[in-house]
């Protein structure tokens, strides 16, 4: 028999990291995306999908008057699916058919205030994971074992081993999505403590300028009233 290899679970799990291809992960299709909109204007999207993949939209008002945008998402034969008017965030899911869908965000309602909008694509059941599955399977075989010092997937087969990594990809995947949806909130939270805070600034200047003018206006009264106004006769 031939020697055999034992190579510990953290070096196994870097390679997969740094070699995703090799590893037969599913490419992250995870995006998000931030950008401004102008007052009075509208702003379109397109997402190519497959049959019987799964699209998801999260969408946030970060910043802007009233943080409410008009949100409206199309199908490839332009058949309206979702459609909301002056919404601050929403979460939609679709099961798509083949082509390109459209999603708009529409500030044409407001005719001074820009808004910024953050929004985040999830795409799944792209027909991709199945071959690249296979692909690992190239990489380990029944007879490789792999050292990883855990007495429970000592005998696991390449089906287990890669079930695990899979599982270690998705876990880290959505741990980089509840990540970036809290820095959504974080940043639409930052955007109105901001906001408070001019306004507080701006009216607290405005009550001082009152009470300057109020005060002077009453010494001149009070003034006034003990000044004698009869004219002395020489």
């Known amino acids: 028999m031939g020697d055999t290899t034992w190579l510990p679970f953290p070096v196994v799990l870097l390679a997969a990291l740094l070699l995703p291809r090799a590893a037969g992960f599913t490419p992250s299709l995870d995006s998000d995306f931030t950008f401004t909109l102008p007052a009075g204007q509208k702003e379109c999207f397109y997402q190519p999908m497959p049959l019987k993949a799964s699209l998801e939209i999260e969408y946030q008002v970060l910043d802007g008057a009233g943080l409410d945008i008009d949100f409206h998402l199309a199908s490839p034969e332009g058949k309206t699916l979702v459609f909301e008017q002056r919404k601050s965030d929403g979460v939609h899911t679709i099961e798509t058919e083949v082509g390109d ?91 109105i403590q901001e906001s408070n805070f001019d306004r507080v600034n701006f009216w607290s200047m405005v009550n001082l300028v009152v009470m300057v003018v109020v005060s002077a206006i009453q010494v001149y009264m009070l003034k006034s009233l003990f000044e004698d106004k009869r004219k002395s006769r020489t």
Not at 123 to 128: A, F, R, S
Not at 161 to 170: A, D, G, P, V
């Open 101 to 191: 869908y459209m999603f708009c965000f529409d500030n044409t309602f407001s005719t001074i205030s820009e808004k910024v909008i953050f929004f985040e694509l999830i795409l799944d059941n792209m027909g991709e994971q199945e071959q690249e599955q296979e692909d690992w399977k190239k990489y380990i075989t029944g007879t490789d074992m792999l050292d990883m010092k855990l007495e429970d997937i000592l005998m696991c087969n390449s089906d287990c081993i890669l079930e695990s990594i899979n599982s270690i990809k998705s876990r880290l995947s959505k741990s980089g999505h509840i990540q970036t949806l809290l820095r959504a909130f974080e940043a639409r939270d930052r955007n």
